[in-house]
């Protein structure tokens, strides 16, 4: 069965830091795009950064460019998500998905479709108090 396990959520102050976890199972990790989204309450679901695992190559959006650094370990099948400067804006349940490289025309990651992924995990919860 495919898993993708995402923790290291929680409870920050403003500015704090706080590095996410997306475990993964079950799928050929060293052929995918992971992908971090995020939905905060009364907001459609959004992409913050996609990684392609067999190069290392990143896309981040420019709302968190320079604050988030996504990376990946994969002899660990886990990608990370390094949030630094983190706003009360950024609150949110955060997510990571994931889609298999070979079997894809375009990314679904890199333009932000979350249902085009083909697996996604339950969430964890980024609460950043002010």
């Known amino acids: 069965d495919v898993q993708l396990q995402a923790s290291g959520g929680g409870l920050v102050q403003n500015g704090g830091s706080l590095r996410l976890s997306c475990r993964a199972s079950?799928?050929?990790?060293?052929?995918?795009?992971i992908g971090w989204f995020r939905q905060a309450p009364g907001k459609e679901r959004e992409v913050l950064s996609c990684i392609t695992t067999s190069d290392g190559g990143t896309v981040v959006v420019d709302s968190v460019q320079g604050r988030f650094t996504i990376s990946s370990d994969n002899a660990k099948n886990t990608v990370y998500l390094q949030m630094n400067s983190l706003k009360p804006e950024d609150t949110a349940v955060y997510y990571c998905a994931a889609e298999i490289k070979s079997k894809k025309y375009w990314s679904s990651c890199r333009v932000g479709h979350w249902y085009g992924m083909d697996y996604g995990g339950k969430g964890t919860q980024v609460t950043v108090s002010s």
């Open positions: 079950g799928f050929t990790f060293d052929d995918s795009i």
